[in-house]
């Protein structure tokens, strides 16, 4: 027999070259105006006729945003609210849309394209001009007796209300992508978990409960912060505008002031995103391993509970009586070996 050629070594360094186009990207446009946003955060910017002045000035940039400047605080608490009111309607509503696309419908394909379309379609200066001319609002609620009665009991949870539906259209524009996302994950289940259900007995808000939750919190903790970061780089967005609108109107005077409030705005998603994965983070097992051998185990139970049933769906009444019997028989006869070992 001829000897098999011993494959050569793979050298590592290889690997370092398919890297050098990402690294150069971080470096040069991540990583450099991430640290120059932070230099210029502390310092008085100014331009001239023999470029660009730099004066040390310490926090006076991030004063002057919080105590002196009255737009910035209002912006904040804007933009926090449209995360608060946004965030967890777009992952209700998602999560809804998703598992009825997932069901064994007629057209589904269509469907899912219809909800996924307007993603394609409309960019955020469409989104723009369709808030600026109201067209995005779903109803006045202002008017009506239940609205008035949580607006006397919290005019805060009111006012998110009434952003929620004028802004409705908007909410569905955002639920393209989570949508997409919790398909991916409702087709990742095994099939077997809803067979195992189905036979011990679960109704569908069970098996909703007990198997496709538990089994999305993942999904759901990528989708959070997806849509966070989502609506806060939107156009929209009150602070976002405030943003580009200070930078390009005060472009050789105002770069310094610019990057403290960019970075203040970037700690406040920090945080937002920070919330979102204590609320989501998956809590039951820590070690991995543990909980995939676990979870392995169950499904096995549940796969031998499955054929168990079907078996006995299928024998006869004599291969019932003899399993059955048999089954007596070894338990008598474990029985036995027990209280003889007790009575040595």
């Known amino acids: 027999m001829a000897k098999s050629k011993a494959r050569k070594p793979v050298n590592q360094n290889v690997a370092y070259l398919f890297l050098i186009p990402w690294l150069v990207g971080f470096i040069f446009f991540v990583a450099y105006p991430f640290f120059n946003t932070i230099y210029l955060a502390f310092h008085q910017v ?115 209300l009434i952003t929620i539906f004028d802004n409705f259209t908007l909410i569905l524009w955002f639920t393209g992508i989570p949508i997409v996302l919790f398909l991916n994950g409702l087709q990742k289940i095994n099939s ?22 538990p089994n999305l919190k993942s999904t759901a903790l990528v989708v959070g912060i997806y849509t ?8 929209v967005n009150p602070i976002y505008n405030y943003m580009i609108t200070t930078i390009s109107s005060n472009y050789t005077n105002g770069l310094g002031y610019a990057a403290a409030v960019v970075l203040i705005y970037s700690a406040i998603v920090l945080i937002l995103v920070a919330i979102i994965f204590l609320v989501l983070r998956d809590n039951e097992k820590l070690n991995y391993e543990e909980s995939l051998k676990e979870k392995q185990l169950r499904q096995v139970q549940k796969v031998n509970k499955l054929q168990l049933k079907r078996i006995r769906d299928n024998e006869t009444p004599k291969e019932w009586f003899d399993r059955v019997f048999k089954k007596r028989q070894v338990k008598e006869v474990a029985h036995d070996e027990e209280s003889t070992k007790e009575n040595r």
């Open 46 to 160: 100014s331009k001239d006729v023999y470029g660009w002045n730099y004066t040390w000035i310490g926090f006076e940039n991030y004063i002057t945003a919080f105590f002196r400047n009255t737009d910035v605080n209002p912006l904040i608490i804007s933009f926090i609210s449209m995360e608060i009111a946004y965030v967890p309607m777009i992952l209700v509503i998602s999560l809804i849309l998703a598992i009825l696309l997932n069901t064994n419908i007629k057209f589904r394909a269509g469907f899912r394209l219809i909800f996924f379309f307007p993603v394609v379609v409309m960019s955020g200066p469409v989104m723009t001009q369709l808030r600026s001319s109201n067209t995005l609002q779903l109803m006045d609620i202002s008017d009506l007796l239940i609205f008035r009665m949580i607006d006397n009991i919290s005019p805060f949870f009111s006012e998110m």
């Open 192 to 213: 077997q978990l809803y067979e195992a259900a189905q036979i011990d007995g679960a109704n569908s808000w069970q098996i909703l409960w007990k198997i496709m939750l």
């Open 228 to 235: 966070v970061v989502q609506i806060a780089i939107f156009e």
